[in-house]
């Protein structure tokens, strides 16, 4: 295979894994953003490594949310209060 259809391949894999993730239960878009980026690096390390079965690279990935969601939530951008942000906030001038 040559470069752009590797591309190619890894990228229908990841669309395929985030699409059944989004199945599965209604997200948030910063969730599904998250998500995209760890099966994006889970599959192409795999895809690199010599796995080219889409359907492993596909359950691999899945395999690889549900992991890092046991471990610990991937959380939304909207569940994090203001106060952890660390931003601080300007006080009024008098």
Do not use: C
């Not at 969601?69 to 909207?78: L, N, Q, V, W």
């Amino acid at each position: 295979m040559n470069e752009p259809d590797n591309e190619m391949f890894a990228s229908a894999a990841i669309e395929r894994a985030l699409g059944i993730y989004q199945q599965l239960r209604e997200r948030d878009r910063s969730v599904i953003l998250q998500a995209r980026k760890i099966l994006t690096q889970h599959i192409y390390g795999m895809f690199d490594k010599g796995e080219h079965d889409e359907k492993r690279l596909v359950v691999s990935g899945l395999a690889r949310l549900t992991s890092i969601e046991r471990d610990h939530a991937i959380k939304s951008a909207h569940d994090v209060p203001a106060a952890s942000t660390g931003k601080r906030r300007r006080r009024a001038s008098a």
